[in-house]
């Protein structure tokens, strides 16, 4: 039971455009939204996240959208570098609880072409 | 320096042994994980302690079994291996529990079972 779905599995954008990566989730308890970056034979890294509370967070070129009613959730990149060239995963939980625990999609690879 | 780190990198074995693999986190974090990333690519969480106190156990086979001796490590033993098991496991850490937040991996430890 996938309960956080990236559906496109990879991305591919030019330089300096805007890199849009979107996740949808199926669990309506979910309140707190990350997204990670992973390169290869890494360890995934944390990017931003994004609560419930709120519809748009932003961090630099990193904007993260929330629009609750559609359980969908949307990563934009602005612009996009080469180095951004990574897997990005989307993971959902419920932030407080005893048993919180992150919920990851599979991951959406983007590259961005010089 | 490395803030979660895992060993082996990479572990080839052969059905029926068994193996450990070793997580170290010098973030001063209370909370450490262990996930599986398969074939298919999702990241599923296996076990969390906080504390030494082992407080996420998902659906995971008995054969695994992590130890904590101290809240900066956790290791994970795996017993009577099995071709099911290839996969890479990472390590990660947060610094509070109850409270899902941000989580530092470890680069992953690549295991397969022959």
């Known amino acids: 039971d996938q309960q956080v779905k990236q559906n496109s599995p990879s991305l591919s954008v030019q330089e300096g455009r805007i890199s849009i990566l979107n996740c949808d989730y199926t669990?309506?308890?979910?309140?707190?939204f990350l997204w990670y970056k992973k390169y290869p034979a890494e360890g995934p890294t944390f990017l931003i996240s994004?609560?419930?509370?709120?519809d748009k967070n932003e961090d630099g070129r990193f904007t993260v959208f929330l629009n609750k009613s559609a359980k969908h959730l949307s990563l934009h990149i602005v612009p996009s570098q080469p180095g951004d060239s990574a897997v990005y995963f989307c993971?959902?939980?419920?932030?407080?609880?005893?048993?919180?625990?992150?919920?990851f999609g599979k991951g959406i690879t983007l590259s961005v072409r010089p | 320096d490395t803030a979660v780190s895992q060993t082996p990198k990479y572990l080839v074995t052969q059905m029926g042994n068994d193996k450990s693999i070793k997580c170290e986190q010098n973030?001063?974090?209370?909370?450490m994980y262990w996930y599986k990333q398969d074939s298919k690519k999702f990241l599923k969480i296996m076990f969390s302690?906080?504390?030494?106190?082992?407080?996420i156990n998902e659906t995971v086979p008995n054969r695994f079994s992590p130890k904590s001796p101290d809240k900066a490590h956790l290791n994970l033993h795996i017993n009577s291996l099995e071709l099911g098991d290839s996969a890479v496991y990472f390590c990660?850490?947060?610094?509070?529990?109850?409270?899902?937040?941000?989580?530092?991996f470890g680069p992953g430890t690549r295991l397969t079972v022959t």
């Open positions: 990660a850490s947060s610094q509070d529990r109850g409270r899902v937040g941000e989580q530092y």
């Open positions: 669990n309506s308890m979910f309140d707190y």
């Open positions: 994004i609560s419930s509370i709120k």
């Open positions: 993971a959902a939980s419920r932030y407080t609880g005893a048993n919180s625990k992150l919920t």
């Open positions: 973030l001063g974090h209370d909370t």
């Open positions: 302690y906080n504390n030494k106190e082992l407080i």
